[in-house]
């Protein structure tokens, strides 16, 4: 299931990524413990929400960006 719709807005499980990161979940292991998915599909929605410049990555840990933020207000 894709992260990022094709409007350019975060999908049901992008929204679920992004607030699991809000949440202090850091690593893709903190965050698909939280969403309960698939590793796989958790670092797959991590590169396309990386991409759309909804968060940022540093050394395998990921943080919102403004974007981000701004998408699960």
Known sequence: MPCI???GKPTASGLAT??????????????AKITEQPLFKVRSGLRELTNA???????NKYTLSKTGENAIL
């Open 18 to 31: 992004l607030k699991a990161i809000k949440s202090g979940a850091a690593t893709p292991e903190e965050i």
């Open 5 to 7: 719709s094709p409007d």
């Open 53 to 59: 410049g909804f968060i940022e990555a540093a050394e």
